[in-house]
């Protein structure tokens, strides 16, 4: 079971802007993470957030929190085929473990 | 700078066997992770260590399940016997500490038949 809630599958056409959404459950995370896994491979490190922060932008990456709703976004500009793939919410509270959601599955269609 | 590195990368055993996975966490990470990944799931964690000591294996099913990190940097996480339901990715993460970001290795896929 998971504290952190993920959609599970977003289509999104070649070009246009993808947002996913994810919300968390502990309001003391310190840090909040977005992290890629492509077929067959580990997680990636996309970006990451600091609690104090609202935004954080990256290239074609912005994540937005929403700390009073526990709501964490990734938004990718421009996506692209390379981008598809499962993308991982996780939360870290205070200590070191990290809680992952279940993975966002996006689709990139021409 | 090389990432996390885990090798095999696919396993496929019948059940009942043993299987060892290996890995060697980034250079200077002292803090090496375990996790379970089943399908469709975001990763679990298995265990924990600093160093060579492990810090938290409250998550790991000490009756078949068993990992080592004898000098502080690589580790092996061992199956014994391996069950059906233990079919799924574990992956390997190190970080520099235990607060710091966690790097992912590629994962060793395993299939118990």
């Known amino acids: 079971g998971e504290d952190v809630e993920q959609s599970l599958f977003l289509s999104v056409r070649e070009g246009d802007s993808s947002v996913i959404n994810c919300t968390y459950t502990d309001s003391s995370s310190t840090y909040l993470y977005w992290y890629k896994q492509e077929p067959g491979a580990g997680l990636q490190l996309l970006t990451y957030?600091?609690?104090?922060?609202d935004m954080k932008q990256d290239q074609r990456l912005t994540v937005l929190l929403n700390k009073k709703d526990k709501h964490l976004s990734l938004r990718i500009a421009d996506t692209q085929t390379g981008d598809s793939a499962i993308y991982f919410c996780?939360?870290?509270?205070?200590?070191?473990?990290?809680?992952f959601g279940a993975g966002t599955t996006v689709t990139v269609r021409a | 700078e090389a990432g996390v590195v885990q090798s095999p990368r696919y396993k496929i055993i019948e059940k009942k066997q043993p299987v060892a996975f290996w890995c060697n966490p980034i250079?200077?990470?002292?803090?090496l992770y375990w996790y379970l990944q089943n399908l469709g799931q975001g990763p679990e964690l298995l265990i924990r260590y600093e160093n060579e000591e492990a810090v938290d294996d409250s998550q790991l099913p000490k009756d078949r399940f068993s990992a080592e990190r004898l000098k502080g940097v690589d580790s092996t996480l061992k199956i014994q016997p391996a069950e059906l339901g233990d079919s799924a990715v574990y992956l390997c993460a190190s970080s520099l500490g235990e607060t710091e970001t966690q790097y992912f290795g590629p994962g060793t896929r395993l299939l118990v038949l």
């Open positions: 996780a939360e870290r509270p205070n200590d070191y473990k990290l809680s």
């Open positions: 957030i600091f609690s104090n922060m």
């Open positions: 250079s200077g990470h002292n803090t």
